[in-house]
């Protein structure tokens, strides 16, 4: 990563200060060669001033004289040269020149008319040179060109050290960009690697992992989402082992409950076996054990099922509108001879307006049947349980409240907690599996609604159902 933007740093250099180069080299050189134009146009008018000049005051030219005197001056190399190409003067050469120059381009514009410079190697100095010939002008009988050049070496030797200095320019750019540049993708690239380690560490289980990055800017943005979506995971791994122990707890709880009751059956099949003379009424005591204890299994293996039944396969179960007043009726059918047989006063008061709710009938019953059961088992001989149904804005309450033994605070919020039982030894003489309250919960939230409980020690339990028609 580092490297590729390194890379591309030095290409860019490369190509700018190249291209910057190139453009400046041209600005440079067609500045000079415009200023070299002028200074030559303006000889050659100096010249030809000077030659009308002498011819006004009939005297005597020398063109080689005056060439040479010129060319000293204006450092450049004059020549004249009549219109059918004869050389008349040179500056750079004293002695006759032969050939002809009408083929010369400069030369050949001129004899057109026309007045402009023309860049070429010149075949007597063998240099890179700027011509420009004037257009014929008479003097004395002679049709005369002015030509005058001047070597643009110079230029290419300029050229020559501006690209010199080009690559010097490159090379230093270099130097310092990887200088400033090692730094500058070092301290971008930093959230980035903060953020290749916070995700590594995450990869390998450090949920709580988070990164910080203060800017503003993209890399910003991802590392926000990035945090989110760590908390998010830290969020469900965490869920995901809470369940995880809840089902662990589970298992060792149900072994445990499991266990007691079988233990008891085996221990006193084993004694039954061993007894080789046994008495009638002993014999039944045993056996009265026994069915006290796989009734208890069988129960408890009925609310394990139950239970699972609700959380697994809740969505499979039939829903059908539940008349509320009917059903509890119904209810209160079942209930009424094991309220009768512990002497406890059973009140009902249904209201008969409630409408109706939506949701499987059975555990409808079921939830209603567990608190009613509990009111009645925690609640002495004579006592009195009232069961209410009613509507209000649009949710159903429904009401049971014992005058029994009641509950501690500190246990109320855990009554709900599976195999959770205040008294233990109680709870199980009475035949309680410590699910039922489990099982309550779980159907109300099945409704969408809610279960509160009020309890005093002595006093009595109130356990209220909220449910949304
Ligand atoms: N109406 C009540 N009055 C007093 N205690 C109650 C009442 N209902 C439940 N409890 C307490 O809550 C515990 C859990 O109830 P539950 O889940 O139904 O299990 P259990 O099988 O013991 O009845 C009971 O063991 C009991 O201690
Ligand atoms: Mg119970």
Known sequence: MKKKILMTYVILLIIGTFVTGVISMTFVKNIYINSLEEKLITNSNLIIDTLITKQNNNKQINYFNLAQKFAKKSRTRITFINDKGKVIADSYNNSNIFENYSNKPEVKMAIRGELRSIQRISSMTKKSSLYIANPPVKINDENLIVRLSASIEEIDRLTKSFIKYTFVAIFFGIMISFFIGYYHIDYMLRPIKKLTRASKLIAKGQFDERVEVSTKDEIGELADSFNKMACKVETMITDMRKLENLRKDFVSNVSHELRTPLTSISGFVETLKSWTTINEADRNKILDIIEFETERLKRLINDILKLSEIENVKLLKEKTKID?????????????????????????????????????????????????????KYTAEGGKVIVKAYSKEKYLFISIKDNGIGIQKEDIPRVFERFYRVEKARSRNMGGTGLGLAIVKHIVMEFNGEIQLKSHVGVGSEFIIKIPL
Request: aromatic fraction near 6%; charged fraction near 25%.
């Open 324 to 376: 509320i007043h009917k059903s509890m009726k119904e209810i209160m059918y079942i209930l009424e001879p094991i309220a009768k047989n512990k002497s406890i006063t059973l009140e009902v008061d249904i209201s008969e307006k409630i409408n109706h709710i939506v949701g499987n009938i059975d555990w409808f019953k079921q939830m209603i049947i567990n608190l009613c059961e509990n009111a009645i």
